[in-house]
């Protein structure tokens, strides 16, 4: 079986240490994964943004890297909801987001690795409403988190859910520019929520609503740390 | 001609973050107790499904439930008007009135005549129409506009209704106590619904099986409002129908619960017949809906309830307010409805939304409401800037050499944007991008063992 390591291009730009995390863990578990080369971009910031038409050649070329392999996994849950939902039937039922193929396919019963820290989870939009990573809020079925799941299986972590656990942090590709006073200001009480948790970290399976997180960390100062939720899984790696 | 965007309407009202934190705090409140009503019927993913079938059922068969309802209606004694749009629904409304010498008019809340501007067309005919619903009633008395279509003044807070009041009802000064400010409003309403010439309803649903008109209100305001005047006029629009009375219990059992997080409403009345001596007008009202029903894409849009449910949860409406809108309706279906009413206008709605989808998970007809958003993002595009930016990214992702050229400018790039105080909007800093040797790290990996 052939599986292909998806690279979303912000991860690259902003946190490539993500990918390596990946990498290890993949191997691992016995994963013998390729990482196939010149990937750049699925589409998502344009399509969100409302140029979806304009993307054609970034799926032509998304498709042409990808189309060979049997399993995709890449570390966003939100790129992998817009290649289910935009890219037609070509990936349907073999792209998945890097923790939900752990979780539900690979099975892991361990992990090896110690982070004897407190973490606050995001569960971000696309992970929860549309990756089904975790149990959105608004729905009554039973609670689950794959990531809570995973973090579980790494020694001395305590994970804790801000209140209004999945509420958006704000940041939304384009909207985070064009909306940038509201985005800001979601971002601002996302943080403060998962400040109030006592928690040393913020953790998340997608880069970017840390990216934006961090962002207000930075210019507030604000005692809390990103910390990709991959690191964490890869830390005895 | 296009009305100021949401974006710089919603940058101007976060300039008073303690209101805005009282406004988020308030609705989320009312999110929550929907969440906890909600997950009390285990059955509850099971009737949101039903209703959004039957929804789509109604309005897909519009035609033979309308004339089912019209031969009900007519046969219980009700006297049926069809509109096709907001002018011939003013006239009808106007002409009633006219016809029978109303000067004082009492009306509950009603979403549809704010869609067709009657109060300020009847006050043209030298009409009053006075709201009843509290909230309503607040917002007129103050010559505003709703800013949310279930809590019309929920962003009004009670030492300004307390100083409301002691000018138009003449209250005790600096009385602000919820309890006394409603006796206060009821003893005044009660005046209008002794004297009122003729009262109005909306409807919430219309059940075509019998041809009654459901009202679901919590202060009894249209029960008074009707109860009295010789004239009854109930005016809603096409897509209130619901084929019969087994289907409108799914609906009821879900709109107070997702509106207000209240099992059901204090009042659920159901209006067949005149009372003996008045009589009793059924207006059937289009204005767009058989054009948003031929529409593939958001046909969908006819489920909706007007519960109001997916404003509670918007994290986008809560931090913006009914007013950076530029259509009557805000929050995610307003910026959806508003499109179908008028695209140039109303396209400067479209940035309000975060692509969360809490909206599509809270509707309790399972509207589609992000999708249709990024759906219509794809045919308006109200910025330029954002074009700019889109073909900017474009250009870089087209090919690994490009993209990974930018990428190595990208730090320092950056680092000077820093050091100049350039901010990704002010409180948030620009991410650090990656040093180029670690980028690099990644395509090394492959060859690792």
């Given at each position: 079986m052939k599986v292909a390591l998806f690279i979303p291009c912000?991860?690259?730009?902003?946190?490539?240490?993500?990918?390596?995390?990946?990498?290890?863990?993949?191997?691992?578990?016995?994963?013998?994964?390729?990482?196939?080369?010149?990937?750049?971009?699925?589409?998502?910031?344009?399509?969100?943004?409302?140029?979806?038409?304009?993307?054609?050649?970034?799926?032509?070329?998304?498709?042409?890297?990808?189309?060979?392999?049997?399993?995709?996994?890449?570390?966003?849950?939100?790129?992998?909801?817009?290649?289910?939902?935009?890219?037609?039937?070509?990936?349907?039922?073999?792209?998945?987001?890097?923790?939900?193929?752990?979780?539900?396919?690979?099975?892991?019963?361990?992990?090896?690795?110690?982070?004897?820290?407190?973490?606050?989870?995001?569960?971000?939009?696309?992970?929860?409403?549309?990756?089904?990573?975790?149990?959105?809020?608004?729905?009554?079925?039973?609670?689950?988190?794959?990531?809570?799941?995973?973090?579980?299986?790494?020694?001395?972590?305590?994970?804790?859910?801000?209140?209004?656990?999945?509420?958006?942090?704000?940041?939304?590709?384009?909207?985070?520019?064009?909306?940038?006073?509201?985005?800001?200001?979601?971002?601002?009480?996302?943080?403060?929520?998962?400040?109030?948790?006592?928690?040393?970290?913020?953790?998340?399976?997608?880069?970017?609503?840390?990216?934006?997180?961090?962002?207000?960390?930075?210019?507030?100062?604000?005692?809390?740390?990103?910390?990709?939720?991959?690191?964490?899984?890869?830390?005895?790696? | 001609m296009s009305e100021p965007k949401h974006a710089a309407a919603a940058a101007a009202y976060l300039k008073d973050t303690a209101k805005v934190d009282w406004q988020d705090e308030t609705l989320w409140l009312v999110r929550g107790k929907r969440d906890r009503l909600s997950k009390e019927l285990p059955e509850w993913e099971q009737l949101r499904e039903a209703a959004s079938q039957i929804k789509l059922y109604s309005n897909s068969h519009l035609p033979e439930l309308l004339e089912q309802f019209e031969q009900k209606a007519v046969a219980n004694g009700a006297i049926v008007h069809w509109a096709k749009d907001a002018e011939e629904y003013r006239q009808i409304i106007g002409g009633l009135l006219q016809d029978h010498g109303v000067r004082l008019f009492v009306k509950s809340k009603s979403m549809l005549s704010e869609e067709c501007g009657l109060v300020p067309y009847l006050k043209s005919l030298g009409i009053d129409a006075v709201e009843t619903d509290l909230g309503e009633r607040i917002i007129q008395l103050m010559g505003l506009k709703p800013s949310h279509i279930v809590l019309p003044a929920v962003h009004i807070k009670r030492e300004e209704v307390g100083r409301l009041f002691e000018r138009e009802m003449g209250t005790e000064p600096g009385n602000s106590?919820?309890?006394?400010?409603?006796?206060?409003?009821?003893?005044?309403?009660?005046?209008?619904?002794?004297?009122?010439?003729?009262?109005?309803?909306?409807?919430?649903?219309?059940?075509?099986?019998?041809?009654?008109?459901?009202?679901?209100?919590?202060?009894?305001?249209?029960?008074?409002?009707?109860?009295?005047?010789?004239?009854?006029?109930?005016?809603?629009?096409?897509?209130?129908?619901v084929p019969d009375r087994e289907s409108l219990g799914v609906f009821t059992r879900l709109l107070a619960r997702t509106a207000t997080g209240q099992p059901v409403t204090t009042y659920t009345t159901h209006y067949s017949a005149p009372r003996p001596g008045s009589e009793f007008h059924i207006v059937l009202v289009d204005n767009g809906r058989s054009r948003i029903l031929a529409d593939r894409e958001h046909f969908r849009l006819l489920n909706c309830l007007r519960c109001g449910g997916c404003m509670n949860t918007c994290p986008v409406y809560r931090r913006s307010g009914g007013y950076s809108y530029s259509y009557f309706i805000p929050g995610p279906v307003?910026?959806?409805?508003?499109?179908?009413?008028?695209?140039?206008?109303?396209?400067?709605?479209?940035?309000?939304?975060?692509?969360?989808?809490?909206?599509?998970?809270?509707?309790?007809?399972?509207?589609?409401?992000?999708?249709?958003?990024?759906?219509?993002?794809?045919?308006?595009?109200?910025?330029?800037?954002?074009?700019?930016?889109?073909?900017?990214?474009?250009?870089?992702m087209g090919g690994p050499g490009r993209f990974h050229a930018a990428l190595a400018a990208a730090p320092g790039l950056v680092k000077a944007m820093k050091a100049c105080g350039i901010q990704w909007g002010s409180g948030r800093e620009f991410p650090d991008f990656a040093p180029v040797k670690q980028q690099k790290k990644i395509d090394s990996l492959d060859h690792e063992q």
């Open positions: 912000y991860v690259r730009a902003v946190d490539p240490d993500v990918i390596e995390a990946c990498w290890k863990l993949l191997r691992h578990l016995g994963v013998d994964v390729e990482i196939p080369p010149g990937q750049t971009c699925c589409g998502q910031p344009m399509g969100n943004a409302g140029y979806e038409e304009d993307t054609k050649a970034l799926k032509a070329r998304f498709e042409t890297l990808f189309q060979q392999y049997d399993v995709i996994v890449g570390p966003s849950s939100s790129c992998v909801a817009y290649i289910r939902e935009h890219y037609g039937d070509l990936f349907r039922g073999r792209i998945f987001e890097i923790c939900e193929y752990i979780h539900d396919v690979l099975k892991p019963e361990s992990l090896p690795g110690r982070f004897p820290h407190k973490v606050s989870l995001h569960n971000s939009c696309h992970g929860t409403r549309l990756a089904a990573l975790a149990a959105p809020s608004e729905l009554n079925i039973p609670y689950f988190n794959k990531l809570k799941d995973l973090l579980g299986l790494i020694d001395g972590v305590e994970v804790v859910e801000p209140e209004r656990r999945d509420e958006c942090c704000g940041f939304g590709g384009l909207f985070s520019v064009e909306e940038s006073a509201v985005s800001v200001k979601m971002g601002t009480d996302k943080v403060r929520r998962h400040i109030e948790t006592g928690a040393e970290y913020i953790t998340a399976a997608d880069s970017s609503c840390l990216m934006h997180q961090g962002g207000i960390i930075a210019a507030k100062k604000l005692p809390i740390k990103t910390i990709h939720i991959l690191k964490i899984l890869a830390c005895g790696l | 106590d919820p309890t006394y400010l409603t006796h206060a409003a009821r003893r005044n309403l009660r005046e209008y619904f002794l004297h009122a010439d003729a009262g109005m309803t909306g409807a919430n649903f219309a059940v075509a099986s019998t041809g009654e008109v459901v009202v679901c209100t919590n202060e009894g305001n249209a029960d008074m409002g009707t109860s009295l005047p010789k004239l009854q006029i109930a005016a809603f629009g096409i897509d209130k129908l307003g910026i959806n409805l508003g499109m179908t009413a008028d695209p140039k206008r109303h396209q400067g709605n479209l940035s309000a939304c975060s692509l969360c989808h809490s909206c599509n998970d809270v509707c309790p007809v399972k509207m589609d409401l992000a999708d249709q958003i990024y759906s219509w993002r794809q045919h308006y595009h109200a910025s330029p800037a954002k074009k700019v930016l889109s073909d900017g990214m474009r250009a870089v």
